[in-house]
Structure formats: C-alpha cells, structure tokens
C-alpha cells in the first residue's frame, strides 16, 4: 500500500496547472448515458474515481476509450441497466446513473452507494424526485429498483434541503422526460451549471441555469446528441494548493483556475492576511509571515465549501490566534482532527465546532487519512511539520487529486510516495 513521505519547512514557489473537477465529470460522465451516440470528454482528471465511473458504463456494455484526461463514451451499445455493488459499493457518485438510466431506458437497478465515511448522504431526496415524475421504486437485497415503463413525466420538484446529487439525477431525469419539470430548492454549484450546459447545448430547453429554481423541457425519451464537453477547472484542487501557499507562507501561481469558482475560499485566505493577483484564468497567492485567525462555516454554494474545510483547519493551526470552525453539513467531518492532534495542532471538539488555537510548530509523525479532503490536510499539516510526515491510507487522495505529489515537487515540497 502506498504511502506519502513529506520532510516539512520548504518553502514552495513556482507554477502549476489545475485538473479538471472530478466533481463535475462524474455528473457529466453519468450523463451521457442520456445519448446514444459517442460523446467526446477532454479535460478529465486523471484520478480513480474517473476510471470507477468510466469502468461502470463499460460494465453496462457501453464503449469506452479513456487515455487519462480524455474518454469517448458510446452509450448506443448499452445493453444492461443494471449497477453492480462491486463498483457502485466503491464510489457513492455511481448513484447517478439512477436518473438517466431510468430516463433512457425506462427501468434500472442501482446498487446502495458506498464511498467516503464523512457522514450520512441519504438518496431519498433522489428518490422521492423520481417517484414524483412517475417511477415506481422498490429497494430490495441493496439494490434500488426503479421502473417507468411508459418513461417519466414532467413535475414540479421542491427539495426539502439542498442537494447537489439529488439535484444532479433530477436534471438527467428531466432531459428525457415527457413534459416540463420544474426544480426547486436546486443546488447552484458550477458542476451542476456545467451538467446544464451540457444538456442545453443538445438541444434540452433549460431555463434558470445556476439560480435555486431550475425548469427543464423533456424530450419525451428521446436520447440526446451532446456537443464535445471540456470539463471545468477543479475549485477543490485549486483551493488545497491556495492553502497549501498559505501555510507555508509561499507564493504560488495556478494556472487554468476559475477564480469566481473558489471565491469564498479567496476571500477567507484574504482574511487570514494573504494578497492575491487574478488575471484571466491565472491566480498567484502570496501568503503572509503571520496569518490572523479564520471563523468560517461551512455552506452550500456559494457559501464556504464544506471540501475546503479540512484544508483550512491545517492552516488555522499555523495562525496567530484562535480560529472557529463550524461544519453545518456533514457530522463525520472532523475525523482528521486526532491525526492533526498526532503532529502537534491544538485543536478542540465541540459538536460541529471545532476552535483551533495557535501551535509554535507542528511535527512529523505517522498519520492516516479517512477521507479525501482529511488526506490533503494532513499533507499540508506535513509541509510545515518540523521532520518527516508520513501519511497512511493515500488511495483516499487518489481518488480525487490528479498527481498531488507531483505537482507539490513541482512546486518544491519535499514530498515522495513510497510503498510500504
């Protein structure tokens, strides 16, 4: 199994390009189930996730050629609906097969979903959405069964609560429908105005892209054409290496960024005492030598990423004084806190508060990641950590970051994997 071995106190500086959003091409991915024709996909980060999700779609018979950052899909040669636990177990995103399988092809089983133990992620809100545009759903030996045989119809969908799958398999659903449903209550993340652009450009009628109330026309099952789709810059990627500028009071640059995207992640780094220089799709950071303390709550788009909240608890320990972390959306994210404690950070629990006071130093020792984003903390905990940070259990980060260790020595960290 691998591991990451980091020797902190280098300074970082230099330049590096942003992968696409893996949160974007799962959706994206899942909806090309939509067509029956090849669809061209370029900028792919090239992380597990992509190639689980990819491997799925072969599964069901479909044809796949993926060569790390671009695939073609061909969903014309389909020929199961069912998603099998093996890879569905693997990756709570497979659930968003559910829609568009059940849109094109009138029934489906999709497996209960697995994948990060950050906290429950219920999918009734997919399903109840689903079953208001006319399926009749049966959750039987772990499997979702879904069926509308005479296809889905148009409806008015009010989410009890914002969410970003839920809202994602409703639009999917929607594009094939008979009719027009209308989404309330829609989550309005860049992914899921990309994933709306992606259906509007094939002809769907699609109206509210990236507001709370989205309307979309159906085709009546009629697959759809999709134009080439180059996925968006990945805001999770491009906040982590703005922190990891931050805590070791670097200047770095990103390339190929999307600062509106990461705004909430800017503007508390601004807060902290960093200055920025954004020009086009360029972001250059430069941290300062004494970083004030961060309050932050974590929120929907475009409130404070709960993604980017792990990142910033690993700076709020290298800050000047007591910073508050509130975490409003998932009650299993502060697993990382005792293995931040482990290298030296002073932090206390509270519920879903978290106060991270002042350390003179952090140092290396043994961690183990428990999540994607707890993973890149203990990273950038590990690039100032006095000695050698090993990080345990990295195939977490593999599944989200695109060659985290690579860019990192790009940028001059002293980071290596190794196997243990």
């Known amino acids: 199994m ?7 106190g280098t300074k970082l500086s230099g330049a590096i390009d942003i992968s696409g959003a893996k949160n974007s091409a799962l959706p994206v991915i899942a909806a090309t189930i939509l067509s029956d024709q090849p669809v061209e996909l370029t900028n792919l980060p090239n992380v597990v996730d992509i190639r689980t ?75 109840k959405a ?33 969410t970003v799958g839920g809202t994602e398999n409703t639009v999917m659903a929607a594009a094939l429908a008979h009719g027009t449903t209308t989404i309330v209550n829609a989550a309005k993340e860049p992914e899921i105005v990309q994933l709306c652009e992606m259906i509007a450009s094939a002809g769907v009628k699609v109206e509210g ?21 180059e996925i968006i810059p990945d805001r999770i990627e491009a906040g982590t290496y703005l922190c990891a500028a931050a805590i070791t009071n670097s200047t770095v640059t990103l390339n190929r960024v999307n600062a509106t995207h990461i705004q909430a992640s ?7 005492g960093c200055s920025f220089d954004i020009n086009d799709d360029v972001i250059t950071i430069t941290s300062s030598d004494r970083l004030k303390p961060v309050s932050l709550i974590t929120t929907e788009y475009p409130g ?36 931040l404690n482990r290298l030296g950070s002073d932090i206390w629990l509270k519920g879903s508060v978290a106060a991270v006071r002042p350390v003179a130093e952090l140092y290396g020792a043994d961690v183990m990641a428990t999540d994607l984003r707890a993973s890149s903390a203990l990273v950038l905990a590990g690039l100032v950590a006095k000695g050698v940070t090993n990080v345990h259990r990295i195939y977490h980060l593999d599944r989200g970051y695109d060659n985290l260790e690579g860019k990192l020595s790009a940028l001059g960290a002293n980071i290596q994997r190794l196997s243990e």
Do not use: W
């Not at 790390?68 to 998603?83: L, Q, R």
């Open 266 to 272: 800017i503007d508390k780094l601004e807060a902290m």
């Open 53 to 127: 999700l990819l491997k799925l779609l072969s599964i069901l018979g479909s044809e796949v050629e993926h060569n790390e950052t671009v695939a073609t899909v061909n969903n014309g040669t389909m020929n199961s609906t069912k998603a099998v636990y093996e890879i569905v177990s693997k990756m709570r995103a497979s659930i968003l097969v559910l829609g568009p399988l059940l849109a094109r092809f009138g029934e489906c089983e999709v497996s209960l979903p697995g994948g990060c133990a950050i906290g429950q992620r219920p999918i009734d809100l997919h399903l």
């Open 130 to 162: 689903l079953e208001a545009m006319g399926a009749t759903i049966e959750i039987k030996g772990g499997y979702v069964r879904a069926e509308a045989p005479e296809g889905l119809k148009g409806a008015k969908i009010v989410f009890d609560k914002i």
């Open 2 to 8: 691998d591991y990451l071995q980091i020797t902190g």
């Open 304 to 339: 404070f990423p709960t993604d980017m909240q792990a990142q910033f608890m690993a700076v709020a320990t290298m800050a000047i004084g007591e910073s508050v972390i509130e975490e409003r959306l998932f009650e299993n994210r502060f697993m990382h806190v005792s293995e």
């Open 209 to 229: 892209i990236g507001t709370s109330e989205i309307t979309i026309e159906g085709t009546g099952q009629k697959p759809l054409v999709f134009k080439p789709v």
